[in-house]
């Protein structure tokens, strides 16, 4: 499976962003799928992750109420909408996938290159 992310870039505060990642090579119905970020100087954090068919997406308390993750099975894409974005959201972000549905980045087994977002104050 082969996965590329897009959508990142540079924000301020309080903006929005909407990353995609594109999944090839795969089943995509089969995968839930993971987002994950990391900042410079800090370990790789969950953010969200989605099950196989969409109807339940599980968000990281530091993004609740601000990100929401949704995918497009028959586009084999998933989508992390980011609204009221802090400069401490700036990191590179993952998207992943999994035969499950987890927030631990050692249950994924695929993992795209990932797309930088800078948020500025």
């Known amino acids: 499976v082969q996965l590329q992310a897009s959508g990142g870039g540079l924000v301020q505060a309080g903006g929005s962003l909407r990353l995609s990642c594109a999944a090839s090579?795969?089943?995509?119905?089969?995968?839930?799928m993971g987002w994950f970020r990391q900042a410079p100087g800090k370990e790789r954090e969950f953010v969200a992750a989605?099950?196989?068919?969409?109807?339940?997406?599980y968000l990281a308390d530091s993004v609740k109420g601000r990100f929401t993750m949704s995918r497009d099975n028959a586009k084999n894409t998933v989508y992390l909408q980011m609204n009221s974005l802090k400069p401490e959201d700036t990191a590179v972000y993952y998207c992943?996938?999994?035969?499950?549905?987890?927030?631990?980045?050692?249950?994924?087994?695929?993992w795209g290159q990932g797309t930088l977002v800078t948020v500025s104050s």
């Open positions: 989605i099950t196989r068919a969409g109807g339940l997406a």
């Open positions: 992943a996938a999994a035969r499950g549905f987890s927030p631990l980045p050692n249950h994924y087994d695929y």
């Open positions: 090579g795969g089943t995509f119905s089969r995968l839930g």
